[in-house]
């Protein structure tokens, strides 16, 4: 069952320049929807709490739980393409799940157990090929989309593709929530972290608590989060309860809990990194027990060795390279609590399936490496099954009709990095663009197709023995394809463009505060709907959730 019918409860317009608005929901819309769980914003971090000391966390593998990577019914969530040196981008989908599996959930939840699941929100994790930066992007749960097919293997159930709110895909496991986040950002997913209700209180007091501060006083009548002006350390439920608020922050709607979230990940980095606690044996052992027994990952991070591997990279990207924003959205026309993809975020899809820092290097280098070697603390070994560009020869064909075209993109492809025996071949006739591969070198031809901004639907079997390149009739002009998936092509895409219309941060920062709403968000009964502000003033007897 969709949040959307269940009860909704008071909220504001979630879209980028929304109006205030709300309806009175049901007590059962809001003990349910009032502990949704968004500890995806966590999740990020499990990676990292585990990285240290990780021969000590063997014990742990049998808290984790597994499900597949991929539930589409065709397809699959994509593949990475390595740069010059062989290296790969990561990209980790990290869900949070409102599903009562475990009684303790159901007691934080408010609600029987086995209710049925949301992915309330998403967050896409990208750490780049050089491990130099990191962006993570929320994708909000009310954002209507295409939707794929799924197919759920674990309770033999299916879907067929339909148009719908992205948070209903969990219902059909974790692996359809993947297929339709990649088929909206056409960004490859390596790996997904499911989390738990429990996982955000136990990993926040593992930590020894979360400093956030709020620009005012502030009570969420449904998250129950009540803190005064400034700063507080959160620990427990109050983590829990900041993380989840949607009616305290910003509009009232999605976007508002985003940037919370966001403010409370970028404090828990500087927490993991600045307060010993990944150098403190007890709480590094306290935080990866906390964090297994939360998560459910995809079969290649079902272990704590795997984890360490991926928390070794993910430790590299210093907090000032770590940048989050969320993707840009409008609201639905057809139904203001709901969400649209602006088109500026095809973007920001863009920069990040292309590789490209949001965030400025504070020594004015560049994010990418030197032409020479990489950096050898950045060095990571390629996929068994991918080869260098320089050992990739492409043979290209015109059947544009327009003039050396073959030249122009065998030019293209040598700059990108590939052979230096790319040539152009002979002339043909064809209407469609493709990447033809000899058997065996389908991943080669994937590597072309990607450094061109061609869709994956482009690569095809082919008769001949070498990989070919055919220019049809569809790419007179230019080195970039044209329109290249919903994602966009892979031309570079300047940040402050990718960025636009999204509000974006970065994780050193200390001093800014999480904006309360001035709007009517929060509703007390017999009172109406008010501000947080004044809901404070109003709830004397209500306890503070952090002194």
Known sequence: MSEGEEGQVPRQRSGNGGRAGGRRASKQGRGRRGLKIVAWSVAGLVVLTVGTGGYLYMRYNGNIKSAPLYAG?????????????????????????????????????????????????QLLLHVSADRSNATVMSIPRDLVTD?????????NTKSKA???????????????????????????????????????????????????CVSDNVYDPYSHLKLTQGKHTLKGM???????????????????????????????????????????????????????????VDPELDGITKLVGLANDLNKVPPNRVTFTTMQTDPDPKDDARLVVNPDAKKLFASIKNDQPLS???????????????????????????????NIAVTVRNGSGAQRRATELAQALQAAGFSKDTAAGT???????????????????????????????????GSGS???????????????????????STAPVDPSAALKGAEASTADNEDSCVKVS?????????????????AFDKSPNIPLSAP
């Open 238 to 296: 109050a983590a829990l309860q900041f993380v989840r608020t949607r009616h305290g922050f910003g509009d009232g709607g999605d976007l508002g809990r985003a940037a919370a979230q966001h403010a409370f990940l970028g404090s828990m980095i500087r927490e993991l990194k600045n307060a010993g606690t990944l150098t403190d044996p007890g709480k590094v052992l306290s935080l990866a027990d906390a964090a297994t027994k939360a998560l459910t």
């Open 466 to 488: 070498s990989i070919e390149l055919v220019i049809g009739t569809d790419w007179k002009s230019g080195t970039s394809y044209p329109g290249g998936g919903q994602g966009g």
């Open 147 to 155: 939707l794929p097919g799924c197919i759920d293997s674990k309770n």
């Open 518 to 534: 001035h709007l009517n968000t929060a509703y007390l009964p017999g009172l109406g709907g008010m501000t947080p502000i004044k």
């Open 427 to 461: 002339n043909l006739t064809a209407e469609q663009s493709t990447v033809r591969y000899p058997a065996g070198k389908e991943a080669e031809a994937k590597q072309v197709a990607a450094a061109l901004g061609m869709p994956e639907s482009a690569v095809q079997a």
């Open 360 to 390: 400025a290097d504070p020594n004015g280098a560049s994010s990418a490496p030197p032409s020479s070697a990489p950096p050898a603390e950045a060095t990571t070994a390629p996929p068994a099954n991918s080869t260098s560009r320089k």
């Open 73 to 121: 019914e065709s397809g699959d969530a994509g593949h990475e393409v390595p740069d010059e040196f062989g290296r790969t981008p990561i990209n980790v989908l990290v869900i949070g799940s409102d599903g009562r599996d475990t009684q303790e959930d159901c007691d934080i939840g408010g609600s029987e157990c086995g209710a049925g699941a949301n992915a309330d929100v």
């Open 162 to 212: 339909h148009r719908e709110r992205i948070n209903s895909t969990l219902a059909y496991g974790p692996g359809c929530t993947v297929a339709a986040v990649h088929q909206l950002t056409d960004i490859p997913i390596d790996h997904f972290v499911k989390v738990d209700f429990v996982g955000v209180i136990k990993m926040s007091d593992a930590v020894g608590g979360v400093p956030v």
